[in-house]
T-cell receptor, first 110, second 117 residues
Framework: GEDVEQSLFLSVREGDSSVINCTYT??????LYWYKQEPGAGLQLLTY?????DMKQDQRLTVLLNKKDKHLSLRIADTQTGDSAIYFC??????????FGAGTILRVKS | GAVVSQHPSWVICKSGTSVKIECRSL??????MFWYRQFPKQSLMLMAT?????????EQGVEKDKFLINHASLTLSTLTVTSAHPEDSSFYIC?????????????FGPGTRLTVT
């Protein structure tokens, strides 16, 4: 079945780059997403990438997709304390049913 | 961007009672809304897809008689947890797609924390 896996925790220093990794199993995945969740809040869509793309950049965010290895990464440049949150990777075949990873807790030390 | 609200943000109820959670799209119409459940330190699990004017589609293992979904208008979907028990305590999050834009972007509400005592 569908499965999405992420590392559970990442700690970085303010100003460094953060790289959060995700692997998925469903080769039919068409859309891949990164969401951010702050404590007690809902999910904020950060960015998404289509499966026919290798890379997408949006300001400080860079998403890399290796479709062959079913590996997705999110790089946050110049990480700030406000980036501390849980980051969820998700995949979808049709954009309706999203399958989420367990989330990566990003802690930014000042 | 599209804004989705939920009400209440948190609720405590006694075992055996029913609780209704509302999900509203504030500045757009939403034919399709989704209900997720999130356990502490775990991921979101899709419970059901709510379609305006028709019956919701439930994921495998989700009891439709226990989690009643009504999507009576293009801006409101409700989830009613019937005869709640402590194991129903969880964080319930709704999301929606915007009818005006692409169907692959979902906008999430802030969530409702349900505690059943």
């Amino acid at each position: 079945g569908e499965d999405v896996e992420q590392s559970l925790f990442l700690s970085v220093r303010e100003g460094d780059s953060s790289v959060i990794n995700c692997t998925y199993t469903d080769s039919s995945s068409t859309y891949l997403y990164w969401y951010k969740q702050e404590p007690g809040a809902g999910l904020q869509l950060l960015t998404y990438i289509f499966s026919n793309m290798d890379m997408k950049q949006d300001q400080r965010l860079t998403v890399l997709l290796n479709k062959k290895d079913k590996h997705l990464s999110l790089r946050i440049a110049d990480t700030q304390t406000g980036d501390s949150a849980i980051y969820f990777c998700a995949e979808s075949i049709d954009g309706n049913k999203l399958v989420f990873g367990a989330g990566t807790i990003l802690r930014v030390k000042s | 961007g599209a804004v989705v609200s939920q009400h209440p943000s948190w609720v405590i109820c006694k075992s055996g009672t029913s609780v209704k959670i509302e999900c509203r799209s504030l500045d757009f119409q939403a034919t399709t809304m989704f209900w997720y459940r999130q356990f502490p330190k775990q991921s979101l699990m899709l419970m059901a897809t709510s379609n305006e004017g028709s019956k919701a589609t439930y994921e495998q293992g989700v009891e439709k008689d226990k989690f009643l979904i009504n999507h009576a208008s293009l801006t409101l979907s409700t989830l009613t947890v019937t005869s709640a028990h402590p194991e129903d305590s969880s964080f319930y999050i709704c999301s929606s797609t915007d009818d005006r834009t692409s169907t692959y972007e979902q906008y999430f509400g802030p969530g409702t924390r349900l505690t059943v005592t």
